[in-house]
């Protein structure tokens, strides 16, 4: 009975269980960051981004009621094809399982991730009138084609992979700076951020089909979780 108590023990452990309920594996693919520009604060951030695995484990019990066509993919792909509203379902799931409180990163989190600052392209119009289509065409282009297994990308010198990839991340950020303070169930686009940064209405799962993103729409939309601890 020893051995099959300590055997038993050894595999809840191995599948991250602790015996109250909670799951850390989320957290063993966070690696911990120092933000340059916030007074050395420390930020715990996914190496990749949430993937079909994680968010199929969500479906399956009952988090996420959205089932997005790249479930259909491999395990280790970005899950692609939800909206603000969708990953704030995960995001309440994930944070019933895990120690940690997990949430989506602010744009200057995100920006102070990447190596390489996204450069403002040069405006195609002046007039205000025009400004939601002042940088359309103009932006960098991102990788064509699906989305890649977490890694297939560059990994800057911190651990984070894939923040070059074409899978943009959803953030926290508002599209315009101090309307979040009128409450998130009152902003009606975010900020996805990657080879540019693109406001993305809440309720758009695939930018393709347009959904009030300002500039060139994403390639696709994924998500990256972080935790201040």
Known sequence: MIRSGTAFLAMALALGWTGSGHDD???????PITLKDSGGRSLLVSRYEVTVASWRK???????????ESLAGADDVPVTGVNYIDVGKYLEWANGRSRRELRLPTLDEWRAL????????????T???????ANYGQEKKAPAGPPRPGG???????GIADL??????WTSSCFKSGFERAGENRCPAFVAAGEHES???????DPASG???TGTPPTHLGFRLVSDR
């Open 152 to 158: 297939s990308f560059s990994t800057t010198s911190s």
């Open 127 to 133: 007039d205000p009138r025009m400004a939601w289509a």
């Open 114 to 125: 990447n190596p390489a600052p996204v450069k403002e392209p040069q405006l195609r119009f």
């Open 199 to 205: 406001a993305v209405s809440l309720f758009v799962r």
């Open 211 to 213: 959904g009030c993103a």
């Open 58 to 68: 969500c479906y399956r019990d009952g988090g996420c009621p959205h089932m997005p």
């Open 25 to 31: 594996s989320i957290g063993a693919q966070m690696v």
């Open 164 to 169: 070059d990839g074409n899978v943009w991340e």
